[in-house]
């Protein structure tokens, strides 16, 4: 084939993995195209495989699939690869929160804040770097379109510790956007959104009525202060006149948990061990053509986007990626991995300059962004004192010695 070899990592996945075919095949026809998925569960890769077959056949795009559990043997000559990994997810997330809660620390979440963001940290920080490892040897010029939590974090790693250019996936501030085009009475494609800030924890700086250009941010503003947004962000909204991108759950990563407002013990895992059990054999029913494709689940996340307009030359437009600031906002490392609006074409990503942050939500970023500094550097090094300076500069974290005790 004569088009770009895309090696997807964690293929099986229910949600990643079919929008990474769905996207290819169906949305971009990425004709010449060699897709390689890779997953420890050799029988479900399999199973995307034979999806993506059917799939291309069906709707006459002409590209190869191929399925295995042996990473390097994929890795070789690739120029794209996609993560969506973890370490037995939904376990230890478990065993993260209940060792928290024996110690008196309560989180709203263990993605990417407060004890068990920092312990999610030591488990993907060295998985997704020992990628890197087999593409510097197996793919160099690659680009890694890295969906893994906790994903700023995961970027920042990549990018400050190996040679391999990353790229993170998170739609998650499609929430604040479809909010505020509902707290406008329009719909969300009515509207122009700009969020900026840290993945999970961005915020909506600037929104537009499409059709006219007309500054709506003060009809968002008071729908959310009468009671039309959850509590934690009408919280933050009374304390620094803006929006957080993301729900509670997400929101509640960052800031001190609060027992009236703060989302309780999420669901770890995305379903019980049941409901995979059941998406899992949907997708065999699905490759073995009992049911139709249309019927799995499609991941928000669209790094097929990405692969299409690099590929082709096709400008296009993101309205929330994440990547290395190089001074797209102002006040932050320049190697620190930040979210907002970008362009992307085949020389790659280019961040919107955003100029500097309200001052009250770079108040509560500051700290947010130094954590990750600090989680990084202790994933990377094995160090514990780092760890240590990360559940200090942790702003979720109130009793720091309850957390060092977990941690």
């Known amino acids: 084939m004569d088009g770009p070899k895309i090696v997807v990592i964690g293929a099986g996945s229910f949600t990643f993995g079919y929008g990474m075919l769905a996207d290819a095949v169906l949305d971009h026809r990425l004709d010449g195209a060699q897709m390689v998925l890779v997953d420890l569960d050799r029988d479900v890769a399999e199973a995307m495989a034979a999806i993506g077959r059917r799939m291309a056949e069906a709707e006459g ?30 376990k230890r997330a478990a ?66 510790y190996s040679s391999i250019k990353t790229v993170g996936f998170c739609y998650v501030s499609l929430v604040g956007w479809r909010m505020a085009a509902r707290a406008a009475f329009l719909e969300p494609a009515e509207i122009d959104c700009t969020f900026a800030g840290l993945n999970h924890f961005s915020w909506l700086v600037d929104v537009k009525e499409k059709k006219t250009g007309r500054d709506i941010y003060g009809e968002v503003r008071a729908a959310a ?63 073995r053509g009992e049911e139709h494709w249309r019927n799995l689940h499609h991941a928000w996340e669209r790094p097929m986007d990405y692969v299409n307009a690099v590929v082709r030359d096709k400008r296009t437009h993101f309205d929330f990626l994440n990547l290395v600031n190089h001074g797209a906002i102002e006040g932050f490392a320049e190697d620190m991995v930040v ?34 500094h600090w989680a990084v550097e202790a994933a990377v090094h094995g160090d514990m004192k780092a760890a240590e300076k990360a559940i200090e500069a942790d702003p979720a974290i109130a009793d720091k010695g309850a957390a060092r005790a977990a941690f």
């Open 95 to 160: 065993t993260d929160w209940r060792i928290a809660l024996r110690h008196g620390v309560l989180q709203t979440n263990s993605e990417c804040g407060s004890v068990g963001g920092l312990s999610y940290t030591m488990r993907s920080v060295p998985l997704v770097l020992s990628v890197c490892s087999d593409m510097e040897r197996l793919c160099p010029k690659a680009t890694l379109l890295n969906v893994t939590n906790p994903l700023t974090r995961v970027v920042l790693a990549a990018n400050r």
């Open 61 to 90: 795009v002409k590209m190869e699939f191929a399925a295995t559990d042996k990473r390097e043997e994929a890795l070789s000559g690739a120029d794209f690869v996609t993560t969506s990994i973890a370490v037995q997810l939904k």
């Open 225 to 287: 202060e009468k009671g039309f947004y959850p509590p934690l962000m009408r919280k933050y909204l009374r304390e620094t006149r803006y929006l957080a991108g993301a729900g509670d759950d997400h929101i509640g990563e960052f800031v001190p948990f609060d027992k009236d407002l703060s989302v309780g013990q999420p669901e770890f895992g995305h379903g019980s061990a049941a409901e995979r059990a059941e998406r899992r054999e949907q997708v065999m029913r699905v490759a």
């Open 339 to 372: 979210e907002a609006p970008a362009e992307v074409d085949a020389h790659g990503a280019k961040h919107k300059k955003i100029g500097r942050l309200p001052e009250s939500v770079e108040r509560l970023i500051k700290p947010v962004a130094e954590t990750c």
